[in-house]
């Protein structure tokens, strides 16, 4: 089956070597998404706006793809701090409440920054 790509062009997009999404047939996956602004620099603010940023360039790559928030199946959200939960759960709900995906919401001990919360990802799979 054909791949097409969708890029953020996040600087972490060529050093890593990975595509933001990927769509093959119906199925688009979305590859952990950080708060990363389209200079490079981390989405300033708190965790609900670093969530907020990633969630926004998720649903870009997906609409890049054919697709939209609506399609999106599954969701993992990865946190540095359990406290943040709440808030972020807040987030997700309001960019894909309507989906209702199953979701998972991970604590890890660390990101790619520092300064990172949260770091999401998504699957999606468009309609016949």
């Given at each position: 089956m054909e791949r097409k790509y969708a890029t953020?062009?996040?600087p972490f997009e060529a050093q890593f070597g990975f595509s933001r999404a990927v769509r093959v047939g119906n199925r688009i996956v979305v590859a952990g998404t950080g708060p990363v602004e389209p200079d490079g620099s981390t989405t300033p603010g708190g965790v609900s706006e670093q969530a907020a940023r990633c969630c926004d360039i998720i649903v870009a790559a997906i609409e890049q793809l054919g697709g939209s928030a609506k399609d999106v199946v599954r969701t993992r959200?990865?946190?540095?701090?359990?406290?943040?939960q709440d808030a972020v759960g807040a987030v997700h709900a309001r960019y894909f409440g309507e989906a209702r995906p199953a979701a998972t919401m991970l604590g890890v001990a660390w990101l790619c920054r520092p300064e990172w919360k949260v770091e999401i990802e998504a699957e999606a799979i468009l309609p016949d």
């Open positions: 953020s062009g996040s959200m990865l946190l540095t701090d359990s406290a943040d």
